[in-house]
């Protein structure tokens, strides 16, 4: 195994995590030990990755061994290894594969995206021109349109803005991001999961939270049932999972994947992976666009060039807009959205030097990794120009993995991209973003499974007509 620190006979370093936040914690760490650093927590030994190079000799180079979840963690207790998020084997390589399948089919990948995600924007600009000039907190409106893009394609519904549900649902799945945090105490100790999780403040609301979401989805997953037959339905995730089903029964073979239950598990998880991510960075992106006028006069300025008044932007306007691409990729880089993830070999492997045994515990600090100073020049700085050359073209750099890599990396990076460039330069595009308290927040961020911004207020206002900035005079 890796070095790392002698900890106490028996519990190992598991009481430090009770004194600090793991990412903190292992970050340090990681500067004695180096990028590869092994601990005892408990009975569990861990073996913790900061960088890009041993995340690509385990999950590219050894990419069928690492591709299973580490049991007995908080995330393993609540799911049951149901779903996609947490299963393994033939039952994750079959929900992954139908997945890939229906956002393939919804176009996300190729340009068709535009056209789901064009169906909420004008919707979602609507309601904000109605707050103008009033200090908001932008994230439930945005809430409600990033779920409606993804609830389409899986459920085939979509919420109205300010559907008192979708609100409660956006705040108890919030709540619950930031009750979980995969490299806490609790992931080491299974007998007191159930206590340390359930029984805190607020964690009464989760609970009920899951349960009454998972009774929404049987409802869901009846209504789809009935209307199975149905020419004149379109395909969403839930059609597909149901004819599949369907198929299987008639054949009389083993059901597989293709229960009930795991289409709730399914959902569940999709609700959570696709809304509270994407949202969380748009949210990051805001704060800094405020925090950063010199920023957002460029942002402001590419637009104008780019996009002009006469039309609204489009995904084909990201190979023109350097500036942008870079915002986009120092928010990822400095927000860090999801900033601790864990996998599992599924038998011994061999990593570099070392031997790790099958099933142990493998974290990846990918905050620690992108906040790493030995690649980054300057991290805790807000700069987007890291990421453009001298003569201002954006260059994609491989250290930048906020997704992961390998076979397990997110299924929804390539959807996650999209709405966030078309939300932003629309928002840009049509409103100028000012302060909406004083002071704003600290870029700190707000603990659990996503990483949040502080809560902060905007005050939006109508962007005038204005000259196109002056292209440079040719030579
Ligand atoms: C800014 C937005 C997002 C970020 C930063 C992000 C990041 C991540 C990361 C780091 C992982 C873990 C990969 C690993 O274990 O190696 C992951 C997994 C996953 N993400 Fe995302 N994600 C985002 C948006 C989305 C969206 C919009 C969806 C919805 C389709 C989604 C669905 C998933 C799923 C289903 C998994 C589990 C994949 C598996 O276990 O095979 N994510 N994401």
Redesign the pocket.
Known sequence: LPPGPKGLPLVGNLFDLLRYNPIEYFTLLSKEYGPIFSIQFGLRRVVVITSRHWMQQA?VRHADTFTNRPHGTVMHFIGGGKG??MTEGQA?RDS?RL?TLV?KEFGVGSSKIEDYIGLELPEFIETLKKEVGKPIEIHPDLATSVLNI?WHMFAGERFKTGDPFLKWMVTSIERTANLINQGSFLNFVPLVQFIGTFLRPRAFQVLFSLVYRMMYFNGVIRQHRKQLDDPTKNMDLVFAFLREQKKIEEAHQAPGIFTDSQLRWLLS??FV??LD??VS?MRWALLFIVKHPRVADKLRDEILQVVGHDRKPCLSDRETMPYMEAFISET?RYSV??PI?T?APSHDANLGPYIIPAGTMVITN?HGALHDPNVWENPSEFRPERFLTPEGKFFKDENLV???I?R??????S??RAE?FLFLTTILHTFELKPGVDPLPPLSYVDGLFLHPQPYKIILELQQPRHRPREPEKA
């Open positions: 999950f996609v998020v994750w992954r997945l956002l993804v998880d999709l992976a696709g991510t994407s960075a990822l959205v999801v993830i996998h990918l906020p997704f992961s390998g397990r990396s997110c299924v929804g990076e959807l996650a966030i």
